[in-house]
């Protein structure tokens, strides 16, 4: 499995990029709790994508188990986010270099394959590449990080189903 991704080493920074969307007010918060607010994710707003249960509205709720997808960002939310696409349930990461190998970077991608709260549900793809003399060059990643990862997000998302369930 590959991935595309620009050649160009340099790092970005997030740093300011909450405080872009103001009001006169302060720091912009959305009215998450409202009921009728229409949003692109249909009425309900952006609860609907999360409560977990089947939505009879249309646009609302999500394409891929909500606590699988709650549990993905939840967990690797160390990783810079790429891109996600709730509806589709794929989730790119963007190079991490973890700060005791700086000499080794890893990109990671999640795939939600269904609405059921199942591992057959959940797959995660880990890249992995060497900094070498010529630059970075792709390496094997064990198989046993993506399944640490794999592992990891099933149980956070029974965690928040059986919080959601309230047991």
Same mark, same amino acid.
């Given at each position: ?10 790092? =970005? ?6 405080? @872009?969307?103001?009001? $006169? ?12 607010? %229409? ?6 707003? =952006? #609860? ?8 009879? *509205? $249309? ?5 891929? #188990? ?8 939840? @967990? ?22 973890? $700060? %005791? ?16 709260? @199942?591992?057959?549900?959940? *797959?995660?793809?880990? #890249? *992995? ?17 993506? @399944?640490?990862? %794999? #592992?990891? =997000?099933?149980?956070?998302? *029974?965690?928040?189903? =059986? ?5």
């Amino acid at each position: 499995m590959g991935f595309l991704a620009a050649c160009g080493g340099e790092d =970005i920074s997030y740093e300011g990029v909450e405080d @872009t969307i103001k009001t $006169p007010q302060g720091r912009f918060e959305p009215d998450i709790d409202d009921p009728d607010r %229409e949003t692109i994710f249909g009425s309900g707003g =952006i #609860n609907s994508l999360w409560s977990g249960e089947e939505s009879d *509205r $249309p646009g609302g709720g999500l394409g891929v #188990n909500a606590f699988l997808w709650r549990a993905s960002l939840d @967990t690797l939310a160390f990783l810079p986010p790429l891109s996600a696409d709730p509806f589709g349930g794929v989730i790119i990461y963007d190079w991490y270099r973890p $700060p %005791e190998s700086p000499q080794e970077r890893l990109k990671v991608a999640v795939y939600i394959l269904d609405t059921r709260l @199942t591992a057959s549900a959940l *797959r995660v793809a880990v #890249n *992995r590449q060497v900094q070498g003399a010529d630059g970075w060059q792709d390496a094997v990643a064990s198989e046993d990080t993506a @399944t640490a990862l %794999e #592992n990891a =997000i099933l149980t956070q998302a *029974r965690l928040l189903r =059986i919080a959601w369930l309230g047991e």
